[in-house]
């Protein structure tokens, strides 16, 4: 069953635009982390976000949280063609963290 | 070194024969995963570790076990594979199940035949 989910299948975006990735879940949480999946590569976490903070910054990314509307979202600003990937919210209540099904970023030149 | 070591990378079996994925991680955590993935579905959760001999059943554990006799090495077994169990099979390690990173292994593609 899956807890979190992304609200996008795909995007695509020009590279040095910004961008925005949606995460909606369904229970209350501890914390939410946002991983990148690069194509034939296993799934890399960018940012952990708790359930008591509204914003947590890595670099390029932004990460922020809303408990009321139980939704996350992932800025990357000045994408680049190495930003391509799929990009997965997975919020961690009970015993273990569970993944949404992602989303598709494509950074064209 | 933190590093999730996936073996064998690719299989391809026939379908009623037995399946071993190994998975190792040389970060002394206590706590390891076995995922799939397939397109459109995600990662699905098939077992956790929480240590040596204390497995539990995730989302998804039908057709599937599991062994961890040392702390560094958790296995996935398929008894008689079935072709729906064709998938990508992922392996992860974490300090802590609810909240730690999860480090992930580059995954073992299995087609069953």
Known sequence: SQLAEEN???LSVHEGE????????KTSITALQWYRQKSGE?????????SNERE??????RATLDTSSQSSSLSITATRCEDTAVYFCATGSGTYQRFGTGTKLQVVP | DMKVTQMPRYLIKRMGENV???CGQDMSHETMYWYRQDPGLGLQLIYISYDVDSNSEGD???????SRKKREHFSLILDSAKTNQTSV???ASSLWAN???LYFGEGSKLTVL
Not at chain 1, 18 to 25: D, E, G, I, K, L
Not at chain 1, 56 to 61: D, E, I, S, T, V
């Open chain 1, 8 to 10: 996008l299948w795909a």
């Open chain 1, 18 to 25: 910004s961008v925005t990735v949606n995460c909606s879940y």
């Open chain 1, 42 to 50: 296993g799934p890399a976490q960018l940012i952990l976000i708790r």
């Open chain 1, 56 to 61: 947590k910054r890595n670099g390029r990314l």
């Open chain 2, 20 to 22: 071993l994925l190994e």
């Open chain 2, 60 to 66: 998804i554990p039908k057709g599937y076990r599991v």
């Open chain 2, 89 to 91: 099979y992922f392996c």
């Open chain 2, 99 to 101: 909240t730690g990173q």
